[in-house]
């Protein structure tokens, strides 16, 4: 599979070269190439949901999860530094939780979080773009394949893969690209259908019709632009439907914040809660470019304290909806950020690009815990970021084996060690 | 090679030039040939735009001493407002790409800031590159944007150094031959060159006070640089010709130019003093620009789909909540997602983004009042075909000229026909082209073919 898979993507390069810096590859619905049936079909009385939280623009790993007893810490943040006077939330005599974290502490006390230390991978990338697609594909050599979470639902649903994964937001995340799958992407289900003239609604049951029998790849060049969005544009009509008949089903007693993030987990409870097929999930989190002015007037409140505010308190209200819906079991979230920033603050009340970062693993069937160490704080590499320690590949490893039941191999080209969150 | 001066031509350029246009502007360049239509549209300045300033200055009211007079969404009106309306496409064409390649955002920058950043890129659009740059870099909206306000001696901050090389001039590696362009080293040392460049009272300060004086080693030269020695040096790098000669190609032309293309006009750049204006010039009447492999060889952006869509159909209004849409679309002018700017090709079709494009066809074309407050109304009496062109196929034919012109295989062409002669209960009737079929067929085969895929290639 993975043969074909790259012999199109060549095959696609050389007809119209899609492939530029930073930029996407497509979907492109062609049976005549793509992965027609499932191979690893999920089980619709064993869900496996997955849910992925992107925290866009580098997160300050070190102001989130805090070594709050390494002199060093302080030392290196004189003023951006976080202290028990800041409210910090100890977790262990090592480390502490940003004071907005609550939720998250609560359920780190359930045992439910696991804290990975130290992910990043070898040779660090220190360019937001270059690096978000590395952790995307999976690749830190070759950014320019499918995303490794496209590449799992092509293994899982094959070419059909109506609302087997979703994600909220007005891009389809690279990490969610496949070559053959075509996978919702959803700003505001008020607008996902295919709405016709007020006027005549007789007649839009016609345009209805005339648009899927335009939009029928039939007569159109297999491979082309043409092909493929015609492929979206049939998809996203077909599975508009389903999707409005499905959430109008939802009922829910649990209130979302009022923050972008939780509101867009909110649609995919919506969806998940609704769909029975939908398996994978994708929602993200911008504005964590913080060079300057990282805090406002307190330490604990400003940018990185609302975003993590935020963070905390959707994941809190997305846990306790899957809750009420019997599916709190079913569920794992996993958040992730293309770097974490520099040791030492910068004049700007912020940081810069930096390296490793901790991540954090959520859910029922994850065994809670804190996974690796701190890297040094002193013992920086040449660019005075720190040295990670944990391979990301071996959290989308540990995930894909012992969550997904996927070998992760072939999502991921090669085996990364298990890091131990799901036994 | 000669190009067939043509109305496909004619058409393809101002669609990539510009944000296509009605049958009478495509008939105004087929009959100024290739290189009349090419001079017409760069040499904007001679073009009367008068009536879309004075429909700007009663639409509009910002005024530069009440900065409460400002409003992100107005300032995002305003932008598309004059990409729609405007008697100079490459202007706004330009001032459009710019904005994407300089990507600064309302997320971060105040709205008036963000409206004065659009007046310099407009400014600049054509100039030496060398002078776009340099006044970007000043312009408080970049200040803002990559925090060069808090960037001071003694404690520089990386931010606009990182990404004045990494996605406005040169890129991480060089375009053909892969090797990287510079080094960590060179980002700290670059930082410290525009140490003390920050505001003062709205507008740019060089605060000597907060600038690092001490000598810096970039790149391999070693001096007391400031700010305008790293615009220059990396302006006039063969790295910086190349990064923006395959920019410019894939935004304008195709993707994924060859090396010897990206170095013929990296070549232009130098030979032209690099001047965007030549480069664009030579772009333009360029042999491949009107190659087959040119021809819909891009998806539309969400502007180009929108913008496009209004000025094919005539389209008038205040274009409010168009803005919305846009962003629905992935594409919120005045706001890119980040400082990479938007995304190209596939990376602008999901499923999301799609529905939203074939909504805001429906909205447009279903809105039959000229009331302000609807946003976009056609009078699609003003766009009937001629009285003896009015069978099925030749409405058909008609449309997707108007809209393109557009080519489409046999099942189409007939899927549409067939719609026009569809009654409410879906059975085939018969069509004849009058107020109530060009009321409700009519807007509907637009709506339709608005949502072909080949009407979303550009």
Redesign the interface.
Known sequence: MSVKLTSRRDFLKKSFGFVTAGVVLPHLGLSLFGQEAPIFAPDPNNRKIFLVIQFAGANDGLNTVIPYTDPAYLRARPNLGLTDKDGIIPISDKYALHPQLDEVKKLFDEKKVAIVHGVGYPSPNLSHFRSQDIWHTANPTDISGEGWLGKYVELAYGRQVGLGAVSVGSDLPKTLLSDTAVIPAITSFQRYSYQTDSKYTADGINQQTTFTSTNSASGRTAGSLAAAIAATGTDAVSGAKTLQTDIAQYKSSVTYPNNKLAAAMKMLAQVVTTSTTTQILYASLGGFDTHSNQYADTKTTGDHANLLKAFSEAVDAFYRDMAEHGLADKVVMMQWSEFGRRVNENGSKGCDHGTAAPMFIIGNPIKGGIYGDQPSLTDLDSAGNMKFKVDFRSVYGTILDKWLGVPSAQVLGGTFENVGFLG | MAVTWNTENAAHLLRRAGFAGSQAEVADLVKRGLEGSVDYLLNYESIDNSALENQLKSEFRFDPTELKSFSPSEVERFFIFRMTFTKRPLEEKMTFFWHDHFATGL?KVKDYFMYYQNLTLRKFALAKFDDLVLNVAKDPGMIIW??N????R??????FA?ELM?LFTC??FD?VSGQPNYT?DDVKESARAFTGWTLQRQNFFFNQNLHDFGVKTFRGQTGNFNGEDIIANLCNDNATARFMAKKLW?YFV???PKADLIDRFAGVYFAKAHSIKELMRAILTSDEFYSDKAK??L?KNPVEFVVGLVRQLGGTGTLRLVAQSL????QEVMDP????GW?????W????????R??FA??M??N?STSKERAIFVDVTKLLPPADKQSKADVVDFYLNLMGPLT?????AK??Q??LA?D???KKGKFKLDDATA???I??LL??IA????Y??N
Request: glycine fraction near 8%.
């Open positions: 997320s990559l925090d306000i808090d960037n001071v003694g404690k520089p901050n990386e931010n990182r990494e890129g991480v375009v960590e894939e195709y993707p994924n819909f060889a998806v962003s629905l679309q992935g997602p980040d400082v990479s995304t190209s090709g596939l990376g079709v999901n499923t999301s983004s799609l529905l939203e074939y909504n429906n909205d074309l279903s039959r489409v295989d046999n099942k189409t899927a549409l067939n719609y569809l409410d209960s879906g009321d409700k067929k807007r509907g709506h339709l949502s072909l895929p080949e979303h290639l």
